[in-house]
């Protein structure tokens, strides 16, 4: 008898099973030879097993569905919930960015249209020269430069009478008296050479008047630290004068030493607080590590523009409309006055802008950039100012550091009440706003005295009436209304005091 496996029925059905699996194999492998071994049947496995979880997924994304459509039903029957309007104050929502710039466009677009009738009545009057004429009356004559370069002379008799000092050569009280005899140099020597000199320009003499109220102020600072550097000395107060003079060196960046007194009072260290875009002297300044070129390049380039911007609205815009309103205000009805400081105030407050701008942000960042000076807040957000006080705090911090540290807190220290030390504070801008301003023009008219003296007024006006929004308004409508106002009264007056004259 034969094997049955070999020939018989059963034999034959083995395999024919066999060659069916391996059909299948072969099939799924894509006919390759090497499929028909483990690892074929493991590819093959795998395929079910991605079939199969492609099925389930299938199914329960069919259920989602299903369960999201019976919950339609629901939200079909409500549709609301308890939440408030975008525009009101207590829905929380901040993001306004459309209508601001909705806010500029039009601005832009009302001002081009005022720009167009410029241009068409006037033409075109940039003029670069006429700029140079401002400032030089006499190009073999510069007294504003003279008196700019004079300066130094008063910056080395501060710096010789510490030395003195700290030497014990001089008094406290003796000192006190040539610091004081020196800043009142300071305050007086460039207003009365204005004044005698006719051949320097309001220009040369504002910016001249500028530089030495600015060394005013910083004398005055570098006078006081120096002060209370020797009293913290003389008490051996060590953890204090630590604090105050000689912070540790992890405060200081790049490698800087720190200076203690008097190792302060040199050449070097006072001509780089004079350089420096602070009125506040220390012994440290906070320093940035390196010089970024990309960063001094941006200010750079900002100053250029803005500059050349400056000019050109000043001269096309601003000129024509004062040169218009030079007419005597009793000539006129109160309408015409209203029409010329409505004219007046947009491009005045444009101007104001770009200068602010300029200003603390470009040109002071360019220097403290090139000195490495590390406190860069010149400014803060003035422009959100719900008060008149908040506004003046934030929108010059040089000058506010210098009054908070120097006038205002001295004051408190000697018994004066806030509201007090505060009216001296105003008192005490007012008076070089119109130092400003007169000595230049040579006339003495105190309306820039009166404008900044009617802010205490003002200030408690807001306070008190006036919150969020509405004390924001009446802020900016004082920026914008205000200054014009005063420009117009010192024009007005000019006119009369200059052209009246020699017409008369």
Known sequence: ?????????????????????????????????????????????????????????????????????????????????????????????????????????LLVLS???????????????????????LFVKDPYSWPAACLVIVSNVFILAALYTERQLSKGSLSEHAG??????????????????????????????????????????????????????????????????????????????GGDQKICYPGNLTIRDLYYFVFAPTLCYELNFPRSP??????????????????????????????????????????????????????????????WLIFFYWFFHSSLNFIAELLRFGDRQFYKDWWNSETVTYF???????????????FYKPLLRKGFSKMASQSAVFFLSAFFHEYLVSVPLRMFRLWAFMGMMAQLPLAWLVGHFLRGNYGNAAVWISLIIGQPFAVLMYVHDYYVLHYRQETG
């Not at 309007?85 to 929502?93: D, E, I, P, R």
């Not at 068409?120 to 670069?128: A, E, H, T």
């Open 1 to 105: 008898m034969g094997d049955p496996g070999a020939g018989g029925p059963a034999g034959l059905r083995r395999r024919a099973t066999f060659s069916a699996i391996r059909n299948q194999t072969e099939a799924g492998s894509g006919g390759s030879s090497g499929a028909c071994g483990p690892a074929g049947t493991a590819h093959s496995s795998s395929t079910d097993i991605t079939k199969q979880n492609g099925l389930h997924a299938s199914q329960a994304r069919s259920k989602h569905d299903k369960r999201k459509r019976r919950n339609d039903h629901s939200g079909r029957l409500s549709c609301h919930q308890q939440q408030e309007s975008l525009l009101s104050s207590s829905s929380g929502f901040i993001n306004y960015r459309g209508i601001l710039n909705w806010c500029v466009i």
């Open 111 to 133: 001002n081009a249209r005022l720009f167009l009738e410029n241009l068409l009545k006037y033409g075109i009057l940039v003029d670069p020269i006429q700029v140079i004429s």
């Open 176 to 253: 006190l008296l040539v610091h004081s005899f020196n800043l009142s140099i300071i305050l007086s020597f460039p207003a009365v050479v204005i004044l005698l000199v006719p051949s320097i320009s309001p220009v040369g003499s504002a910016f001249a008047l500028g530089t030495y109220t600015v060394l005013l102020l910083k004398l005055y600072s570098y006078k006081d630290v120096n002060r209370w550097c020797r009293e913290l000395s003389s008490i051996k107060a060590k953890t204090l004068s630590r604090s105050l003079s000689c912070p540790s060196a992890q405060h200081l960046s």
């Open 290 to 351: 390196k010089i970024r070129m990309s960063f001094l390049l941006r200010r750079l380039f900002e100053m250029l523009f803005l500059t050349q911007l400056l000019v050109g609205l000043t001269q096309q815009w601003m000129i024509p409309i004062i040169q218009s309103s030079m007419k005597p205000l009793e000539d006129m009805d109160l309408s015409r006055m209203m029409e010329r400081l409505l004219r007046l105030a947009v491009p005045n407050h444009l101007l």
């Open 392 to 406: 003046w705090q934030n929108w010059n911090i040089p000058v506010h550091k210098w009054c908070l540290r120097h």
